[in-house]
């Protein structure tokens, strides 16, 4: 039995501990908004949090996540009001919209860290996060937008 | 040239001192050291002396050498910031840079993608639970590093993540430095086999540590 805590909920599942933690999120616990990609840690479309970390889903065992803290897109404001969603919205950065659940949780892992980055701040910070719509001007500009939504505390 | 006769004199005489100076001296060492209790520091010295075969520490260096500029060890000891990935040491995809603490940076961190264990699969992340480059104010670099080079930089506590002879000779039982030898599939292996590996480390560390010309 693993027990784990997803988006401040208690889970004690009865499953194979080498389950990926993406398949526990989409197919177990039935929290959709993190997306399969590559399945190989290349792309960062499964970006989650595991204990505040941008750990990629599919490459995490559920047995590392035992005993920790998980959090998803769908945990990572209360009203969908974290300054990054709001930036977001505000700048329409989402075209088709696959990538976007991992792109935000890795900026999130950003602006906690450094409240006021760079552009070459975001560029190391979001490498790992792959676009195929090419939103990368829009995603940059709205990570600036929400530091600035952090830094006024709206 | 015509030699003076006092000149010659005062040359004999300085040559007749010289002879009884040499001699008192060396009769008097030997006996000194004849006499002399055997005691542990002159052992210790002993036992060092006995302990340095250059050549065979140069020898068994060359033999580390291949190992460490092999891609399984020298991808991670990149002479940028960015480390090497594959077996033709490519720049790492996704660009992580080394970061402070040697862990990456922000969403970047090594840890976020190489797992503890490696993962399934062919060319996925290897994992291990100390994954990292070498931290910012200790690079400890080895790529482009001649045998020479590194040696050096190996030997010296101030460019070595500051090891002692004890702690190096430990290092090379490292569960990362181990991890070179299963990294997962589509990975070539070092040249040498692990446990040939941490015997040519041992042989150059117990000879001195001694860096090829």
Partial sequence: MI?????????????????????????????VGTKYGCGVAQCGACVVHLNGE?????????????????????????????????????????????????????AAV???????????????AMEGNICRCGTYLRIKKAIHLAAEMQRNGS | MEIKPGKKRLNIRHAKFAIIIIFIV???GLLTSGFRSNTSH???????????????????????????????????????DIPLQGDDSHLHTMSPIRGKDGKGVYAMKCSNCHQPN??????????????????????MVFEGKSPRELALQIMDYKRNGHKNKAQLLEHARDTLV??????GAGRKPPPLSYKEFVAAWDKWNNNGGVAPK
Avoid at chain 1, 8 to 23: C, G, H
Avoid at chain 1, 63 to 83: C, F, K, M, W, Y
Avoid at chain 2, 42 to 70: C, G, H, P, R, T
Avoid at chain 2, 119 to 132: E, V
């Fill in chain 1, 54 to 106: 941008a750990v990629r889903s599919c490459v995490t065992k559920i047995s590392r996540a035992a005993g920790q803290n998980v959090i998803t897109i769908e945990g990572l404001s209360e009203n969908n009001d974290h300054p990054l969603q709001k930036a977001w919205v505000e700048l329409d950065v989402v075209q088709c919209g696959y990538c976007q659940a991992g792109q935000i949780m890795s």
């Fill in chain 2, 42 to 80: 002159e052992k210790a010295w002993v036992v060092e002396v006995n302990n340095k075969d250059s050549i065979a520490s140069v020898d068994a260096f060359m033999k580390v050498y291949q190992v460490l500029k092999s891609p399984r060890c020298m991808n991670c000891h990149p002479a940028g």
């Fill in chain 1, 110 to 124: 950003l602006l906690r860290e450094n409240k006021n980055p760079t552009d070459k701040d975001i560029e190391l």
């Fill in chain 2, 178 to 183: 181990k991890a070179g030898w299963n990294m």
């Fill in chain 2, 26 to 28: 060396t009769v008097s």
């Fill in chain 2, 118 to 139: 490696n993962s399934a699969g062919l060319n996925t992340p290897p994992g291990n639970p100390k994954w990292a480059l070498p931290p910012e104010d200790m690079k």
């Fill in chain 1, 3 to 31: 027990k784990l805590n997803i988006n401040n909920k208690n889970y004690e599942l009865d499953i194979d501990p080498d389950t990926p933690l993406l398949w526990v999120l989409r197919d177990i616990i039935g929290l």
